[in-house]
């Protein structure tokens, strides 16, 4: 490793500063719709006059947030005076649909992440927590919407590619999804496997109310519901083929998680499968600055007041060997999460 020199370090604390800048340019180019507007004018452009007279915003400051656009590289200025969405920004920053549609995590981490932030030396003398639930409805909605991104493919790819499950799911698999939220990822499921049935949980009064108003209004309402019990109420016994949890392990207050996974298991028919996507922590220092653990390092610190802790590799094989359980596949994805798969036997 090269020596650190001072003038490198200013450069590594003006880089995050300047990261700092860049979330709340994103955040309010997001909340104001200018993203979009820039979106619908497609390869023509748009004059920054043009995109404040139609977003209704006073022309100068939207004249600023132009220029600071392309300064970030999120927009490309043009010599004709106009500007347009620079490359892939299209489907980072405004397609609700793509896996990589970043918009949402952004709003969450400006609007809600961010007032959390500046209470944390409160937190760190009285060592209290703030919990997921605590923050209300629509941070649970933000929650919903920063993860649909990512559901399709769950849905359609990933648990397809679990050994044995694809037939399963053609012939009408029951799913168990632990820690549903407001039921995304089981209306994709239930949407992309017209014989399978689904059943979610989750302890958030928010998450299962919006998820009962977003089953009602989908196509699949016969074949998905919800129960308002933590994963460590399950009652079932061998019922399930598949459970799923998508960001939901390292939520799990680490008290119960022994309970949740012994009662995930219980619920599987044999021959099921557990399907997790999360964060795996560093197990060492080194892991610490890998940026292999970059966002699971970022999770623990943006929700330790929340009471999560991200668990390790060790943590997690503890869990599954408690509850009988064999891990069969461990992937990273997309340089963010885990996919872990483990079966009952
Ligand atoms: C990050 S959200 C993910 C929600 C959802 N899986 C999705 O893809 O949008 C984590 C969820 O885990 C839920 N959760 C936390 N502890 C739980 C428990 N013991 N049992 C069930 N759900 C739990 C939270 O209430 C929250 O809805």
Known sequence: MTEPTPEAQSG??????????????IAMGTEMGLFGKLQEAGEAGCS???LASSAELHAPYVDVWC????????????????????????????DAA??????????????????????????????????????????????????????????????????????????????LDVGCGVGGLM???????????CLGVDTDPHGIEQ?????????????????????????HEAEFDLATMFEVLHEIAAEVRPQVMQGVAKALKPGGALFILDETYPSNLDQLRDPAFDFAVQTQFN???????????????????????????????????????????
């Open 187 to 197: 209306i994709k499921i239930a949407q992309a496997w017209p014989n399978t049935s």
């Open 48 to 50: 920054s006059a043009d």
């Open 98 to 175: 793509d896996p990589r549609h970043l918009a949402p995590y952004v709003m969450t981490t400006a609007r809600f992440v961010g007032k959390d932030l500046e209470d944390y030396p409160n937190y760190f003398k009285s060592g209290g927590t703030y919990s997921f639930q605590d923050h209300g409805h629509d941070f649970t909605r933000h929650i919903g919407d920063t993860t649909a991104g990512f559901h399709n493919v769950v849905a359609r790819r990933m648990i397809a590619g679990i050994p044995d499950m694809k037939d399963r799911l053609e012939a009408g698999a029951l799913v």
């Open 67 to 94: 220029r600071t656009g392309h300064h970030y590289g999120l927009l490309e200025g043009g010599d004709d005076g106009r500007y347009r969405l620079a490359p892939f920004m299209d489907k980072l920053l405004v």
């Open 211 to 235: 998820a009962q108003t977003n089953i009602a209004a989908s196509d699949v309402s016969d074949r998905v519901a919800v129960e308002h019990i933590g994963g460590e109420g399950i009652g």
């Open 12 to 25: 590594l604390l003006w880089t995050y500063l300047k990261g700092y800048h860049a979330v709340h340019h």
């Open 303 to 345: 929700e330790m007041i929340w009471g999560n802790i991200v668990p390790t590799v060790e943590e997690q094989r503890e869990l599954f060997q408690g509850a009988g359980l064999k891990e069969i596949a461990r992937e990273p994805i997309g340089g963010l999460f885990t996919m872990l798969v483990a079966v009952k036997e």
